[in-house]
């Protein structure tokens, strides 16, 4: 049987559900260990288990508990991370509408914000 390996990336806590369903599965796994990365787990599964197949062995309750995502490679682990982080910030042009819109209400005091009378 040959291996391939799979990293986790979910909210903190998840390792060890994680490794109790996987355990409970028939799913061949052997879990790795990764020194200065938050968040993610490795595991080596038998090359002939996919993706799909390694979440349904871990449960949908936990996958969505923990919000888990499975990757081929840390390489891609890596760049949805930092399309998260990209994420959390505004671009260009949304700095500059909240920019002119704080403009706008400062040089106009006396503008009164529209309420919706029910």
């Known amino acids: 049987m040959g291996w391939s390996t799979l990293y986790v990336h979910g909210k903190p806590g998840f390792e060890e559900e994680v490794l109790e369903q996987l355990e409970r599965s028939s799913i061949g796994f052997m879990p790795g260990s990764m020194s200065g990365e938050e968040n993610i ?19 949908r309750d936990v996958v969505f508990k923990y919000r888990l995502r499975v990757f081929k490679s840390l390489e891609e682990v890596h760049a949805f991370q930092d399309e998260r982080l990209a994420s ?4 260009p042009q949304e700095e500059a ?3 002119e819109m704080e403009h706008w209400d400062e040089t106009h005091p006396n503008h009164q914000h529209y309420k919706h009378s029910a």
Not at 43 to 53: G, P
């Open 88 to 91: 959390q910030f505004f671009t």
């Open 41 to 59: 787990a490795l595991y080596w599964v038998d090359e002939r288990t996919n993706t799909r197949d390694f979440k349904k062995a871990i449960g």
């Open 97 to 99: 509408l909240i920019r």
